[in-house]
């Protein structure tokens, strides 16, 4: 070592710290540049429709451009790049496109709480996030971007709703639906939860109102039976709570004959119940469904009028309440029981909901509590049909729900099986013609038009001759009005109603006056069908390229949240089977696997400005850089698991980051060296880690595959500080994996060890590693060589040594050729891998 003056202490400490580490904000800079440059993801359509390569099609939600991008965003995004990078690296042809789902309430109400344009506003977002995402370095390929509010996407989501109208899957009904009092507009029933609005959490009521709805029903048993194929593949917590929502039941449905002014008339309900028929003491019918003020009595109608108007302000979570008093009135008529021929009284109430099932039921007192409860409110008669052994429900005012002997009840008195009693009521309801077996499903039509202004118009024109006109295709889109200084503050009837111009139009068909139909559409339209545009995203002759969407889709991943789990999903679900009942899509689900991922959570709680435990991204980022933060979000846990930020080190993320950057600068072997020289711990533990990882990634535990690169780090770091150094080709090898494995998570880590290492970028492209085999085996076995009885070597071979490699390897060994001396061999017996035993 040549003699050196030493720097003054403070300057060598700069210039250590200088070569130890790298400079996050340049190195951000200067890799987007190249990385703009090169376009290292754009999926290429031919690679996999000439079969050149396999596709995959990685998906994550799009965002809402409601503010600038969160950490929740960053979470999800950090490790859906895991596997859309993994992919890459393998060969695959990977599509992993991004947009904006950029309609609907959210950009609105912040819009107008802005006071801006929600044009402007959403589009101005836009352009926030875009920058955001860019810097954030997700393998998006950007050149398949769209955003929802986009004329030439919305046109075909008007054209969609077109085709759906065409088949009946689009209609038009009057019934009481959920509204929202502080959004005023409607809801799907998807969107109320626990009795509130899914977006502002303002208590949810009904309205009687004329809407479009989605035919989500005539898909019920399909979504639900496919529910059983995506098992394995989606989230336990999804799966379950898409069956509960669909929640089918099965039953019957039994007719009863009412009395009233005008004459005798059926009255259908639906029960799970049948064999309880003959304990039918009374009727219920919802007191807002359209059958109660059709067969009241005349002198009962003001009652239930009065009753109804109280009935309106209550939430349907309130109404199936089972704490709750029981109200109703008497619609002074009489139902006759199609088995006994009992005359029974028909009441109405809240506790039965219009739009379930046929919106009456038979009350059944002694074996159903709600039934119950209202006998006793209202003083109705209460039969035992079950003994279950236990007290009588109408002393106990226990309803018993078990099994038990039927009495009371005709034909079915003495018997024990429920299944029998069941069936017999079925049969014989058929023979004469008063009923059947029936399945329900609690499942809703889609209610879809909404009565705010940022969304796609609906196609429709109202004619008073011709009704409902579909706009011509050639005609769309229907362009959403401007309405530039308009008021769009919620008022309960469209913003776009203001817009006369707009508005009045000739009909298609009769050219005579006409008006446009003012809703739009819920911003779930929308994201029911984008997977399918991001395989031509450009094509302004059609929806989406059919060729292409069966060549790219299903999606492989879809990542996102659990907030999605009966809303999106299951629209997503049921437009690809009405689609493809279409003949557009040749695929029966969407997303062939789904990821869930937690939530960033801060000391235990949700963030929110209220808590003030909000944790900006922004900083975070000038703070650590893009890759500590996508390192952190993806070491702290496995995906499905939330992130509690006061539990992890962005700081140690980036330290580590420094110290695998370092090892880079420690390779002194020529690119392409050959590493079978160098030394074999550490090569084995390379392959292995490589290996491992495979497994890792595509059993989506990304924290343990980050464990495990650090464990390369450190054994790399190791030989070059204490084993054969710097110029070892197995330390080349070693940390031209680490740059790989980083690659999932660190893109300019990575890319910058990669350009220290001697190659050219990027290293997202460059392939993962061949794993050696022969590397992988655990350890060796010592295997003892004999001469004449005597042991003359040991051999350190491989488990799995086969007995000829072993053999071949004892004769080689240069002691047992000293020990065999030149003598003829009579025998040798090999027992791999343990024993050689050879006779001269
Ligand atoms: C008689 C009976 C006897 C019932 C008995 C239950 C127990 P699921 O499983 O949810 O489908 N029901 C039917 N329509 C209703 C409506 N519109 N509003 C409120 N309740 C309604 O439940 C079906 C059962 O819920 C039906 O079976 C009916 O009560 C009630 F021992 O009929 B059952």
Avoid at 102 to 117: K, T, V
Avoid at 394 to 402: D, I, Q, R
Avoid at 559 to 581: C, I, N, P, S
Wanted: net charge negative; glycine share 8%.
């Amino acid at each position: 070592m040549s003699e050196q003056p030493t720097p003054p202490s403070d300057q060598r400490e700069e210039r250590e710290e200088r070569e130890n580490s790298y400079d996050v904000a340049s190195v951000e800079a200067k890799w987007r540049g190249v990385w703009d440059e090169l376009q290292p993801f754009k999926a290429d359509d031919e690679a996999v429709a000439s079969g050149r390569k396999e596709k995959r099609y990685a998906l994550t939600m799009f965002p809402y451009p409601s503010g600038d991008l969160h950490m929740g965003h960053a979470e999800v995004t950090a490790l859906h790049d895991v596997i859309a990078r993994y992919w890459w690296q393998r060969g695959y042809e990977v599509l992993n496109p991004m947009g904006w789902d950029s309609f609907g309430l959210p950009a609105e109400n912040a819009a107008i709480r802005n006071d801006a344009h929600p044009a402007d506003y959403t589009y101005g977002n836009i352009a926030t996030q875009l920058e955001s995402f860019q810097r954030y370095a997700v393998s998006f390929d950007w050149s398949r971007r769209f955003n929802t509010s986009d004329p030439s996407y919305y046109r075909w989501t008007q054209w969609l709703f077109l085709k759906f109208h065409e088949k009946g899957l689009a209609y038009r009904k009057n019934s009481p639906v959920n509204w929202c009092p502080q959004d005023q507009t409607v809801l799907a029933n998807e969107q109320v939860v626990d009795g509130a609005c899914e977006r502002c959490g303002a208590e949810v009521t009904k309205r009687e109102l004329t809407q479009w709805y989605f035919r989500t029903t005539a898909y019920a048993q399909e979504l639900l039976d496919a529910l059983d194929d995506l098992q394995p593949t989606w989230s336990d917590k999804v799966i379950n709570a898409q069956r509960n929502w669909i929640g089918r039941s099965e039953g019957a449905h039994v007719t009863f004959t009412v009395e009233t002014a005008e004459g005798a008339r059926d009255l259908e309900v639906y029960t799970t119940r049948p064999d309880t028929l003959y304990g039918a003491t009374f009727m219920v019918v919802a007191a807002d469904a359209a059958l109660a003020a059709e067969i009241v009595a005349p002198e009962r109608r003001e009652a239930l009028e009065d009753y109804l108007a109280q009935v309106r302000k209550a939430s349907d979570i309130d109404r199936l309440a089972t704490d709750r008093p029981k109200t109703g009135v008497d619609l002074g008529v009489t139902a006759t029981n199609p088995v006994s021929g009992e005359q029974v009284p028909v009441w109405a109430s809240d506790y039965v909901l219009a739009d379930y099932g046929t919106g009456a039921i038979m009350a059944v007192p002694a074996h159903d509590q709600r039934d119950l409860d209202f006998a006793r409110a209202m003083g109705l008669p209460v039969r035992r049909v079950i003994d279950t052994g236990e007290e009588n429900p109408e002393e106990s005012g226990v309803a018993t729900t078990g099994n038990g002997t039927y009495v009371n009840s005709g034909p079915l008195d003495g018997l024990t099986d429920k299944a029998t009693g069941i069936r017999t009521i079925i049969e014989r309801l058929e023979a004469e013609g008063r009923g059947s077996g029936a399945v329900n499903f609690r499942l809703r039509d889609w209610l879809l038009s909404r009565q705010r202004y940022w969304g796609a118009p609906i196609p429709i024109i109202h004619c008073p001759v011709d009704g409902e006109v579909p706009v011509p295709e050639d005609q769309l889109p229907v362009e959403l009005p401007e309405l530039r200084g308009a008021d769009l503050k919620p008022k309960g009837s469209s913003p776009l109603g203001a817009a006369a111009d707009w508005m009045h139009v000739t009909c298609p068909r009769c050219g005579g006056p006409a008006t446009r139909d003012t809703d739009t559409m819920d911003t779930f339209v929308d994201s029911s069908w984008y997977f399918l545009r991001y395989v031509s995203p450009h094509d302004d002759t059609q929806a989406f390229d059919t060729r292409l969407a069966d060549m790219w889709g299903p999606v492989d991943l879809y990542v996102g949240g659990d907030e999605h789990a009966v809303l999106h999903l299951l629209y997503a679900r049921f437009f690809t089977k009405a689609l493809r009942d279409m003949g557009l899509v040749s695929w029966d689900e969407p997303f062939s696997a789904y990821l869930s991922q937690g939530k960033v959570i801060n000391n235990g709680r949700k963030m929110s400005k209220s808590l003030g435990n909000g944790v900006s991204l922004g900083e975070q980022l000038e703070l650590y850089g893009v890759d500590a933060v996508r390192l952190t979000l993806v070491f702290a846990s496995p995906p499905e698991d939330n992130i509690d930020w006061a539990d992890v080190s962005p700081g140690g993320a980036l330290k580590f980051l420094q110290r695998a950057w370092r090892l880079s600068g420690d390779v002194a072997s020529e690119v392409g060296s050959d590493p079978a020289a160098g030394d074999l711990g550490l090569r084995r533990v390379t392959h292995k880690t490589l290996r491992e990882a495979e497994n890792l990634v595509e059993n989506h535990r990304f924290n343990v595959m980050v464990a495990r690169t650090m464990e390369l780090v450190n054994a790399t770091r190791k030989v070059i500080d204490a084993g054969a150094g710097p110029a070892d080709p197995a330390v080349r090898e070693a940390v031209e994996a680490v740059a790989i494995l980083l690659s999932l998570v660190a893109p300019y880590t990575a890319e910058e060890m990669w350009e220290r290492l001697g190659h050219e970028p990027t290293v997202a492209r460059a392939g993962w590693p061949t794993v050696d085999e022969a590397l992988l085996v655990d350890e060796t076995v010592t295997a003892v060589v004999q001469v004449q009885g005597k042991v003359k070597a040991r051999l350190e071979v491989a488990p799995d040594v086969s007995e000829a490699d072993l053999e071949a390897a004892a004769m080689a060994d240069e002691a047992v050729v000293r020990a065999i001396d030149g003598r003829p061999v009579r025998k040798v017996v090999v027992r791999a891998p343990k024993l050689v035993n050879i006779v001269v």
